[in-house]
T-cell receptor, first 107, second 113 residues
């Protein structure tokens, strides 16, 4: 069965430190993978998707099919990055979310 | 352009009642999907509608149903409410489907007493 695993519920770092939010998936095929973010009192919104290969707000994510991972990275965290981050997988007929990781960036 | 809207924002019901939630997608979006968010289970996919047809369905009992109208607005209905149905219900719209960017609404908070 398709599954998305985010092993960390909470990740706390200081401003300027590197950040890596982990995401592993199980899927037999070529999935579409996304990172969604929810800032305090805002709606869930798309941060980035693997096919676009963009860097959004300094974040990047690389799909590693061998390790079935799609980790989200940022070299220097900012306080405004504090939010809830969800990794998601789409196989066209379902959208499956991980349980989310709360990122706290301290000044 | 206006974002996804959901009404009502809050609802309190008792066990056994039924409830209808409404979602208005972004203009031009034909896909509307629904999700249940709870602290224990996280975000779970309920179903997706496209051009007035249910195209995809998650693993929820038949008490959860929905429909989509010709203007792409969608409703979700839960019958015979149970305490465990208490959750935040999110809807999202996209241009073509679940492998496109989803634009989420603010959610409807349902409390079942």
């Amino acid at each position: 069965a398709q599954r998305v695993t985010q092993p960390e519920k909470l990740l706390s770092v200081f401003k300027g430190a590197p950040v890596e939010l982990k995401c592993n998936y199980s899927y037999s095929g070529s999935p579409e993978l996304f990172w969604y973010v929810q800032y305090s009192r805002q709606r869930l919104q798309l941060l980035l998707r693997h096919i676009s290969r963009e860097s959004i707000k300094g974040f990047t994510a690389d799909l590693n099919k061998g390790e079935t991972s799609f980790h989200l990275k940022k070299p220097f965290a900012q306080e405004e990055d504090s939010a809830m981050y969800y990794c998601a997988l789409s196989d066209w007929n379902k959208l499956i979310f991980g349980t989310g990781t709360r990122l706290q960036v301290f000044p | 352009k206006a974002g996804v809207t959901q009404t009502p924002r809050y609802l309190i019901k008792t066990r056994g009642q039924q409830v209808t939630l409404s979602c208005s997608p972004i203009s031009g979006h034909r896909s509307v999907s629904w999700y249940q968010q709870t602290p224990g289970q996280g975000l779970q996919f309920l179903f997706e509608y496209f051009s007035e047809t249910q195209r995809n369905k998650g693993n929820f009992p038949g008490r959860f149903s929905g429909r989509q109208f010709s203007n792409s607005r969608s409703e979700m209905n839960v019958s015979t409410l149970e305490l465990g149905d208490s959750a935040l219900y999110l809807c999202a719209s996209s241009l073509l489907g679940l492998d496109n960017e989803q634009f989420f609404g603010p959610g409807t908070r349902l409390t079942v007493l």
